[in-house]
């Protein structure tokens, strides 16, 4: 009896220790059981190329989520982490190439702007006593209208010196991942070795007992937020770094990544716990989902409710933990703590690699002779792509490739990782449409080092050779949008323009052509000109503010035909009759408001073509036939009377 009662005990003893190191390692559990479920679904996961991919992507990521982490273990939040990132950038190469100052200089500038405006968030929530959410949230605002005023909305080069942090070592080793390892090892060594480490724990376990036990909490909290902008600072130089520019509208929800990777790694949104490898193996968990599920060519929406969810349960395993009484991830305990933590950790490193090599075996090695093409789309939340999209998909169909789609959600950054991800899995070809010329580059470059031929669409690739270029041309077509309505005014009247997405090669180069078609008509007066960032909310929102200040406008010229519907709404009955609008793309609901004649006029792109053209194209460099550089695809103005005769 004593015997079975004892084998009885052991066993639910040794499942309350399992149960307990699985909460304990909740992340790394994921991420082990991640990393093998990706391994098993995909043959181009488990690669040298595309593991160092990984890194590469979780870098920025990492880099601003250790420095959030100290925020967070302080019971506080930082919102603002992805506009100072693209801050700091643009002050380094606006400094280095626009002013002359030296690059060493330059750098220390960016730095001192992290720095800067931590301060002034900590100074807001520490002796303004305004609540961190609001203070940093306004400051997401100004840090990202700086970037934009400092650079006038467009991508500014960076300093070549620089750019090095992009590269690899010995042609390998990329050093954005050497800079995150380094900046884990700062992070982790302010945590357990330093005063202001051990500081933030108590601050965020309880501050009022951290003020009357004699720290100086505010000062603390300007110390804690510093450090939170110079890690971003320090992101940003690294981001720009890979795209050879800085852009001014880069790391654009970069801080909910940071946040996700804190918590996801085990830290607590009310304070008090957190750690330096727990937000390390968070960042991985979401550069490993992102980087899966675009080999496995998962929907990018799809990925966005993925990752939701992701964040979700690690919230949810806080909290189990928390009731099970989980040991919490604060300091790291001393001695036999510290050694049961590492000996945690290789276990963990032995299991992994023993069941992935197990999953090795499901992959057949023989290839398929199906040639595989990935298309790279700048954002899939417009019509114009959608149509891109479409007329890839139906050519790809009928000459039997396999087309792989991704949504860059017009980030720069996220375009060039996904456009590694396609080089490392060695596909056939690759189309892409930038997000920027400029950002592309490197990607582009990599793809033409591993003999991948290019196809560009829409848009070309700055300073990177691409096979073909099968594209409208914006400037004409601006050009062709400027002299429509100023026909149809008469030669003279008052006009506003809707401007695209601040820091887009489209937005510019539509922008460039709408004031060449204009110099033509000195009797064309354009009384304002906005962004509204080719969405039809924000068009409508715009022409509604505009026609406060200018009741008697006559004629818009909006970049796209989202912005033109937009503003037609805000119009109301004016539209096509008092005031004539001109949208640009040719979109389903674009020529269907020509029709009604909301819309005066639409240029057409006529989009299904070029993603039909494209694909054929990237299906002939594969086979090695010869293909134009440039392809065009003739832009025409559509108005009502010749609505019906487009084919689109």
Same mark, same amino acid.
């Given at each position: 009896?004593?015997?079975?009662?004892?084998?009885?005990?052991?066993?639910?003893?040794? #499942?309350?220790?399992?149960?307990?190191?699985?909460?304990?390692?909740?992340?790394?559990?994921?991420?082990?059981?991640?990393?093998?479920?990706?391994?098993?679904?995909?043959?181009?996961?488990?690669?040298?190329?595309?593991?160092?991919?990984?890194?590469?992507?979780?870098?920025?990521?990492?880099?601003?989520?250790?420095?959030?982490?100290?925020?967070?273990?302080?019971?506080?939040?930082?919102?603002? $982490?992805?506009?100072?990132?693209?801050?700091?950038?643009?002050?380094?190469?606006?400094?280095?190439?626009? +002013?002359?100052?030296? $690059?060493?200089?330059?750098? /220390?500038?960016?730095?001192?702007?992290?720095?800067?405006?931590?301060?002034?968030?900590?100074?807001?929530?520490?002796? !303004?006593?305004?609540?961190?959410?609001?203070?940093?949230?306004?400051?997401?605002?100004?840090?990202?209208?700086?970037?934009?005023?400092?650079?006038?909305?467009?991508?500014?080069?960076?300093?070549?010196? $620089?750019? +090095?942090?992009?590269?690899? /070592?010995?042609?390998? /080793?990329?050093?954005?991942?050497?800079?995150?390892?380094?900046?884990?090892?700062?992070? %982790?060594?302010?945590?357990?070795?330093?005063?202001?480490?051990?500081?933030?724990?108590?601050?965020? !376990?309880?501050?009022?007992?951290?003020?009357?036990?004699?720290?100086?909490?505010?000062?603390?909290?300007?110390?804690?937020?510093?450090?939170?902008?110079?890690?971003?600072?320090?992101?940003?130089?690294?981001?720009?770094?890979?795209?050879?520019?800085?852009?001014?509208?880069?790391?654009?929800?970069?801080?909910?990544?940071?946040?996700?990777?804190?918590?996801?790694? !085990?830290?607590?949104?009310?304070?008090?716990?957190?750690?330096?490898?727990?937000?390390?193996?968070?960042?991985?968990?979401?550069?490993?989902?992102?980087?899966?599920?675009?080999? /496995?060519?998962?929907?990018?929406?799809?990925?966005?409710?993925?990752?939701?969810?992701?964040?979700?349960?690690?919230?949810?395993?806080?909290?189990?933990?928390?009731?099970?009484?989980? %040991?919490?991830?604060?300091?790291?305990?001393?001695?036999?703590?510290?050694?049961?933590?590492?000996?945690?950790?290789?276990?963990?490193?032995?299991?992994?690699?023993?069941?992935?090599?197990?999953?090795?075996?499901? +992959?057949?090695?023989?290839?398929?002779?199906?040639?595989?093409?990935?298309?790279?789309?700048?954002?899939?939340?417009?019509?114009?792509? $959608?149509?891109?999209?479409?007329? *890839?998909?139906?050519?790809?169909? &009928?000459?039997?490739?396999?087309?792989?789609?991704?949504?860059?959600?017009?980030?720069?950054?996220? &375009?060039?990782?996904?456009?590694?991800?396609?080089?490392?899995?060695?596909?056939?070809?690759?189309?892409?449409?930038?997000?920027?010329?400029?950002? %592309?580059?490197?990607?582009?470059?990599?793809?033409?080092?591993a003999s991948i031929p290019v196809i560009a669409v829409d848009r070309g690739v700055n300073k990177a050779e691409v096979n073909a270029l099968v594209a409208s041309d914006n400037v004409a077509g601006g050009e062709q949008a400027a002299k429509a309505i100023a026909e149809k005014l008469g030669g003279s009247g008052k006009i506003v323009i809707l401007q695209g997405l601040a820091g887009t090669s489209a937005a510019r180069e539509r922008a460039e052509g709408f004031a060449k078609g204009l110099e033509a008509y000195p009797g064309i007066e354009v009384v304002a000109q906005q962004p509204a960032d080719f969405d039809r909310t924000k068009g409508l929102d715009v022409m509604s503010n505009l026609l406060q200040a200018h009741p008697d406008v006559q004629g818009v010229i909006a970049a796209n035909d989202e912005m033109a519907l937009g503003a037609a709404k805000a119009l109301g009955s004016?539209?096509?009759?008092?005031?004539?609008?001109?949208?640009?793309?040719?979109?389903?609901?674009?020529?269907?408001?020509?029709?009604?004649?909301?819309?005066?006029?639409?240029?057409?792109?006529?989009?299904?073509?070029?993603?039909?053209?494209?694909?054929?194209?990237?299906?002939? *460099?594969?086979?090695?036939?010869?293909?134009?550089?440039?392809?065009?695809?003739?832009?025409?103005?559509?108005?009502?009377?010749?609505? #019906?005769?487009?084919?689109?």
């Open positions: 009896m004593a015997a079975e009662t004892l084998k009885s005990g052991t066993g639910a003893g040794g #499942a309350a220790a399992l149960r307990r190191l699985l909460l304990d390692n909740g992340a790394l559990t994921a991420l082990i059981a991640l990393v093998v479920a990706m391994s098993a679904l995909s043959g181009d996961f488990l690669t040298t190329d595309n593991l160092l991919n990984v890194g590469v992507q979780a870098a920025v990521t990492a880099i601003l989520a250790f420095g959030v982490t100290f925020v967070i273990v302080s019971a506080g939040i930082d919102l603002s $982490v992805g506009s100072v990132a693209a801050l700091s950038a643009t002050v380094l190469a606006w400094s280095a190439t626009a +002013h002359g100052v030296p $690059v060493v200089l330059a750098v /220390l500038l960016a730095l001192a702007t992290g720095v800067a405006v931590g301060l002034v968030n900590g100074f807001l929530i520490s002796y !303004g006593k305004l609540p961190p959410f609001i203070a940093t949230l306004a400051m997401l605002s100004v840090g990202r209208g700086l970037a934009l005023v400092i650079s006038d909305g467009s991508p500014i080069a960076f300093p070549a010196s $620089v750019s +090095h942090l992009g590269d690899t /070592l010995g042609g390998w /080793l990329p050093v954005p991942v050497l800079v995150m390892v380094a900046m884990g090892l700062v992070t %982790a060594f302010v945590l357990g070795r330093t005063y202001i480490g051990r500081s933030m724990y108590a601050i965020g !376990g309880n501050e009022e007992a951290a003020r009357l036990s004699g720290l100086r909490v505010p000062r603390q909290k300007l110390a804690i937020y510093a450090l939170s902008g110079v890690f971003a600072a320090v992101a940003g130089v690294v981001l720009a770094s890979r795209l050879s520019s800085a852009q001014p509208q880069a790391a654009t929800g970069y801080e909910l990544d940071a946040i996700a990777a804190v918590v996801i790694g !085990g830290a607590s949104l009310a304070g008090g716990t957190g750690k330096a490898s727990g937000t390390l193996i968070g960042a991985l968990i979401l550069a490993v989902l992102r980087n899966g599920l675009n080999l /496995l060519n998962v929907s990018a929406f799809w990925q966005q409710v993925v990752i939701g969810v992701v964040i979700a349960l690690a919230v949810l395993l806080d909290t189990v933990r928390r009731k099970a009484g989980a %040991a919490p991830t604060v300091i790291g305990a001393p001695g036999g703590g510290r050694g049961r933590q590492v000996a945690t950790y290789g276990l963990a490193a032995v299991v992994a690699v023993a069941i992935v090599a197990a999953t090795s075996f499901l +992959h057949d090695d023989a290839k398929s002779g199906t040639r595989k093409i990935g298309l790279s789309l700048s954002t899939l939340n417009n019509p114009f792509f $959608v149509q891109i999209r479409s007329g *890839a998909q139906a050519e790809a169909k &009928q000459l039997g490739v396999d087309l792989t789609v991704t949504d860059a959600q017009n980030d720069a950054s996220q &375009q060039a990782n996904q456009l590694q991800n396609f080089t490392s899995s060695k596909l056939s070809a690759i189309v892409v449409n930038p997000v920027d010329s400029d950002a %592309a580059t490197n990607s582009v470059a990599a793809a033409g080092k004016k539209a096509g009759e008092s005031v004539q609008v001109v949208g640009f793309d040719g979109t389903p609901d674009g020529l269907k408001a020509v029709e009604q004649g909301t819309l005066y006029a639409s240029v057409a792109q006529q989009p299904s073509q070029l993603g039909k053209i494209a694909v054929d194209n990237a299906v002939k *460099a594969i086979k090695g036939e010869k293909v134009e550089e440039t392809v065009k695809v003739p832009v025409k103005v559509v108005t009502k009377e010749t609505v #019906a005769g487009f084919s689109g």
